[in-house]
């Protein structure tokens, strides 16, 4: 092969010079942090030259090293600084890449046209983003996603419900956990959903007929202390899921808050109502008026749960805020 024309790459590279040398590289070596060359490295590119051109045909002219740096992904940098698009690069191409270089001079001077010329053209002839310089500016790390008590009980239920399953939203509300509930049963399952609120389940019937949801789910003006009697015998100790989310109605009167008293018999019905692996949910808000004397009574609950019947969880906030809403849960072994 006429090395004149020719990059030879095999491991290493023989690149043809305009003067009619040829220069060869590159060894090397990660410990050495000096720009000496070493023995060993000579050596070694001699032996690749007697290969590549026979030995006695060529003689070294210059020989040099130095520390070189490298990029990440070992991409060429090419294209305008990203505060001073005034400066182009073109570098970074090493031995390897050096075959890339007509490449990517082609590419670089038809930015530069379009670039001069018609700013809306710009996209047509746009460099690859994985060798502009802009590559290097480090980005905002995006925001964490916040940790939302009800979203993390949505996810642990839902890994437990099944299309035809039984489920209780013990605290309507707005609805929005009645509606995720009735998606996952599907209409073979059923949800009963309580709330004393007629506000709240005129806003959770609207939300499923919205979802053609309605005719999965039975909602009832009722206390959940009333669960025992108001869910259907048969389906006592047959419930797969059951949510309490505790407080007051988000928009509405915030006095209207469940109550200690009814809130303790409504998880002690619960748990008779569970089906063996049903799971029961419960969201706990320490800081509205009247919340921390209902957390320390359902947590002193759920504390004393008998551990031969029941698996117990907590889900702490991450950054332990104290004042975040939090969830508990309670499986029926
Ligand atoms: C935090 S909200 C529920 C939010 C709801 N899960 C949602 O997705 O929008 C608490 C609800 O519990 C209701 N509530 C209060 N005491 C109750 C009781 N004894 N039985 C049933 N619901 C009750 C309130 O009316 C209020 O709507």
């Not at 290097?136 to 035809?164: D, M, Y």
Request: net charge negative; hydrophobic share 40%; proline share 7%.
């Amino acid at each position: 092969m006429p090395l004149d024309q020719h990059i030879l790459l095999k491991g290493k590279f023989i690149i043809p010079r305009h003067d009619g040398t040829v220069q060869v590289g590159a060894t090397y070596n990660w410990n050495d942090p000096t720009d000496i060359p070493d023995a060993a490295g000579i050596q070694e590119l001699a032996a690749f030259l007697d290969q590549e051109l026979g030995s006695g045909t060529w003689e070294f002219e210059q020989i040099r090293a130095g520390v070189r740096p490298a990029t990440a992904g070992a991409y060429p940098v090419v294209g305008p600084h990203p505060k001073h698009p005034q400066l182009i690069a073109f570098n970074g191409f090493g031995s390897k890449g050096s075959l890339q270089i007509p490449y990517f001079a082609e590419a670089l001077i038809a930015f530069l046209e379009v670039a001069t010329a018609v700013p809306a053209d710009k996209e047509q002839a746009s460099l690859h983003t994985e060798v502009l310089p802009s590559r290097f500016i480090k980005k905002a790390a995006s925001k964490p996603k916040r940790w939302i008590a009800t979203n993390v009980v949505k996810s642990e239920i839902l890994g437990a419900l099944s299309k035809g399953d039984l489920a209780i939203d013990a605290t309507a509300g707005n609805g929005h956990d009645t509606q995720w509930l009735a998606e996952a049963v599907g209409p073979a399952g059923h949800v009963f959903a309580y709330d004393i609120q007629e506000q709240a389940l005129a806003i959770t019937r609207e939300r499923l007929e919205k979802h053609q949801l309605l005719s999965q789910a039975t909602l009832l003006q009722n206390g959940h202390e009333t669960l025992l009697e108001t869910i259907p015998q048969q389906h006592h100790g047959q419930i797969t899921a059951i949510v309490f989310n505790l407080g007051f109605l988000p928009g509405g009167v915030p006095t209207l808050i469940t109550k200690s008293d009814t809130t303790i018999r409504a998880l002690k019905a619960s748990l008779t109502l569970l089906k063996p692996g049903g799971t029961l949910a419960v969201t706990l808000y320490p800081t509205h008026t009247g919340a921390q004397e209902e957390v320390d009574l359902v947590l002193s609950w759920f504390h004393n749960l008998p551990e031969n019947q029941f698996e117990t969880h907590i889900e702490p906030h991450p950054q332990n805020n104290l004042s975040s809403p939090y969830p508990i849960f309670i499986k029926r072994r």
